[in-house]
């Protein structure tokens, strides 16, 4: 989730770049999502939808203690 005002993931503040090489480092693919504050919800749903159409089978979230993230499946 990227905020698209300040450039930077939301909840981290790292950059892009910074992104791109954690995934690169992991060898996963990453789903960069800009979005606003406003938006967040909406554009997470759209990420994990397509992040379940290619092929994962979990996610993992920092603030699990949020009901609706355990929910997802």
């Known amino acids: ?26 060898d996963l693919p990453l789903l960069l999502t800009p ?11 759209q990420s994990l939808k397509k992040a379940k159409a290619m092929g994962a089978q979990a996610a993992c979230f920092g603030d699990i203690d949020i009901e609706g993230n355990r929910a997802w499946s």
């Open 1 to 26: 989730m990227f905020n698209q005002e300040a450039a930077r993931s939301y909840f981290h503040g790292a950059d892009g770049a910074m992104l791109q090489e954690y995934a690169k480092a992991l």
């Open 35 to 45: 979005t606003t504050g406003e938006q967040y919800h909406l554009t997470m749903e």
